[in-house]
């Protein structure tokens, strides 16, 4: 037992709380925040609303992640699908269930995380509520809300031939991180280990960085919106599998070219997390400043994603946490 | 393996999106809903928006739950709470983190058991939009928005002294069935066994029915609201505690008549989980039909809730699961 960071168990709920609530700030878009039975926000709208959970296993290890990295990756992964449609996050539900032996250091690292996150991502956005729960098994699902500030939302259905496709953001800088971490940060037997980075060159670093503490270009995902956008997602699992997604929600085909996506080939097209903004823009269209144009919209001709003009087949990522022990690290 | 019940593991997760998607039905208050990064929910004013997840060893038990049960009792919870602001239920978000070897079966249940919930609890509002993961822990995190519809929200801080006390729902019965459980559907080592109703008299069914789908009156919620209720909030973890929580908030303290509460004192004060709604309303004002007068408010003295005249004392209710080893059953 550490007397200085006591586990979560040993601690009342409204004390863990507490240490929480003093961390996460206070949310501007709250008419109601956390303390009642439900947060209210400020009239903004129709609402733009979206969740996602990080499990501990399957989508993160202690031993690579600290409090602070799973927290503000929990906050940008959310943030980033309510950019994805042309939307201002405004507030953060966070349901937290933790093993009664977290230490509650951790869980304060977690919620300055949330906070970094909102501030440097998405200025103005903030926790509003959540629920904390025991568990065997940590995981962090956070709702994101947004609003649209009278625009249509941009889905990714109706991209159109002749669009200019193009890219805000990384392309597989975050999916070289999590090989740095199952290639370089695990012991004989394959469990996790710490992190040290002065094993890694500067290129190795950044990647990790990206991929625990990732940095969504949101902004983007308005500025798309404000140029008229057709369609728009984040890109989540992989490039080519993304595209491939809007292709077929748009009835549409798309042309991707490697040179104008950038970065290493290998990574850019099958690597997932970056949490990159997709878009399709109207042609001949001055694209927003945050975006590269990577390839064109055509008509759907039964191969969804041709990648220099070749067709892409496949899955397009890999997933190493699915094809690995749950219960190590 | 059975056939004919697959595990998730063994479909992909568009597979058991399209299971279950086509089970929860169409959100009418959602102009976008699953299957693009976020769901887009009709402006309707400000949003209230709650989050609360079920989590299997703490909050339930697979050996007493179906899927049928858990869905609707994950949808319950976080529509009292929506009902506790004044507000009206539009949409939910639905979080899964599922065990690979999860039954598909388990699922479309647990996905008619969140439809069921919303058609019976509160008509109008669906599932807009979800989350699937893989996990070691089955968990339910859902995310309830709701629409004021131009009234601001009833919090649980406005109570003044002088007011009546009243409550909608029942007080005590769902606490009453999770003892059956304890009591009755254990082996002789503690795990949990499957439930035989036909052990149980008239009562301690309706008391099991109550724990394992709950009925909320969520309706009176907005009746309260419209009806001019000074404070309310939804009593989760037992009327006394919950009370307590009210006063502290409105910086007052309650008179309770365990006599107008009605049922057997011994679990009407302290049992938790029924999601009744305690309000305050003016003196004088005639309540909505939902609600009976169950007590006053009056000046805080330091003592924050008096039952038939004696001050509350202790935390007022029992939490088995958490004392209990959160692997078995």
């Known amino acids: 037992m550490r007397d200085d960071d006591p586990a979560v168990g040993d601690l009342s709920e409204s004390a863990v709380l507490a240490r929480i609530l003093s961390r996460v700030g206070a949310a501007p878009e709250a008419i109601v925040g956390p303390g009642d039975d439900a947060a209210v926000l400020r009239d903004a709208g129709p609402v733009v609303a979206t969740t996602d959970t990080l499990v501990h296993g399957p989508d993160f290890r202690l031993a690579w992640s600290s409090g602070f990295d799973l927290g503000w990756k929990a906050a940008a992964v959310n943030l980033a699908d309510i950019a994805a449609m042309g939307a201002r996050p405004t507030a953060l539900l966070v349901a937290l269930t933790m093993p009664d032996d977290t230490r509650i250091g951790f869980v304060e690292a977690l919620a300055e995380g949330l906070r970094a996150a909102c501030d440097s991502l998405a200025p103005g956005c903030a926790v509003a509520g959540g629920d904390l729960t ?196």
Chains 1, 2 share one sequence.
């Open 134 to 329: 025991v568990s065997p098994t940590l995981t962090v699902a956070v709702t994101a809300l947004g609003s649209l500030d009278g625009r249509p939302a941009v889905r990714r259905s109706e991209a159109r031939a002749g669009d200019t496709v193009a890219l805000a953001g990384d392309a597989g800088v975050a999916a070289r991180g999590l090989a740095v971490l199952f290639d370089r940060f695990r012991d004989a037997a394959g469990t996790p280990v710490a992190v040290d980075r002065s094993l890694l060159d500067a290129a190795e670093q950044t990647a990790l960085d990206r991929q625990l503490r990732p940095e969504p270009p949101l902004a983007a995902g308005v500025a798309a919106a404000r140029a008229g956008a057709t369609a728009m997602m984040d890109v989540s699992d992989g490039l080519a599998l993304d595209a491939g997604r809007l292709a077929a929600a748009s009835g549409v085909g798309l042309d991707l070219d490697t040179e104008m996506i950038g970065g290493d080939p290998r990574w850019s097209i099958s690597g997932g997390e970056d949490h990159a903004l997709l878009a399709t823009f109207p042609p001949g269209d001055r694209l927003p400043s945050a975006f590269r144009p990577i390839g064109r919209v055509r008509a759907a001709d039964g191969v969804p994603v041709r990648v220099d003009g070749r067709p892409h087949r496949g899955r397009g990522g890999w997933d190493p946490y699915r094809d690995w022990d749950a219960q190590r690290g």
